[in-house]
């Protein structure tokens, strides 16, 4: 499976907006970005997803380089219940796993 | 949107019992269901996946007998984990996927955490 790399942590202030980044230097051709987020003692939560061109939903956007070796979630205005560890995924069309690396821990303050 | 339920939410036993954890899709048909263990400031370790009415798939180095993964109906995946021992001790995940929008990403459960004395 592809892999992606993530920093361990970043801090965001609160209304201001934040950059995740993602390096994904082995993505194939089929390979769609995916984003999951994990506030504490839950369940992962779809954030957003896409393949070539960048996409918008009502929690973030996803802005994808053009050559697709990496990506960066926005969230707009973070809030405090953004603090969360966001994870970036690699899903290849061929098949339904999540392999699940150590993600980002977004700290946001008030 | 998409909900996914687990019960229970958390289970305390003694060393040698058996556990289940249901997993539910209410409110859509879950084709396939996944199954996760995370233990403390970990990752998600994926477990196992499960297509309805089939024999569920382990990963590498996850005993089957161990835990025994039922994915009987297009609603509900169950995960027994039997002659639990304290290092089963962890947060369980289930996801579920289903087919059309509820297909192109995976919806998952508020886990069960499980603590084995």
């Known amino acids: 499976d592809a892999k992606t790399t993530q920093p361990n942590s970043m801090e965001s202030n609160e209304e201001e907006p934040v950059h995740l980044p993602c390096n994904h230097s082995t993505i194939s051709g089929t390979d769609y970005i995916h984003w999951y987020r994990q506030l504490p003692s839950q369940g992962p939560e779809y954030v957003i997803h896409?393949?070539?061109s960048n996409v918008n939903n009502r929690m973030a956007s996803l802005a994808i380089a053009e050559d697709r070796k990496s990506s960066t979630l926005i969230l707009h205005r973070a809030t405090l219940r953004d603090a969360a560890v966001y994870y970036c995924?690699?899903?290849?069309?061929?098949?339904?796993?999540?392999?699940f690396g150590t993600g980002t821990r977004l700290q946001v303050f008030p | 949107g998409a909900v996914v339920s687990q019960h229970p939410s958390r289970v305390i036993c003694k060393s040698g019992t058996s556990v289940k954890i249901e997993c539910r899709s209410l409110d859509f048909q879950a084709t396939t269901m996944f199954w996760y263990r995370q233990f403390p400031k970990q990752s998600l370790m994926l477990m196992a996946t499960?297509?309805?009415?089939?024999?569920?798939?382990?990963e590498q180095g996850v005993e089957k007998d161990k835990f025994l993964i039922n994915h009987a109906s297009l609603t509900l995946s169950t995960l027994t984990v039997t002659s639990a021992h304290p290092e089963d001790s962890s947060f369980y995940i289930c996801?579920?996927?289903?087919?059309?929008?509820?297909?192109?990403?995976?919806?998952f459960g508020p886990g069960t955490r499980l603590l084995v004395l």
């Open positions: 995924i690699l899903v290849s069309y061929n098949t339904d796993k999540l392999i």
């Open positions: 996801s579920a996927k289903g087919r059309g929008a509820v297909g192109e990403t995976q919806y």
């Open positions: 896409g393949l070539t």
């Open positions: 499960s297509n309805e009415g089939s024999k569920a798939t382990y």
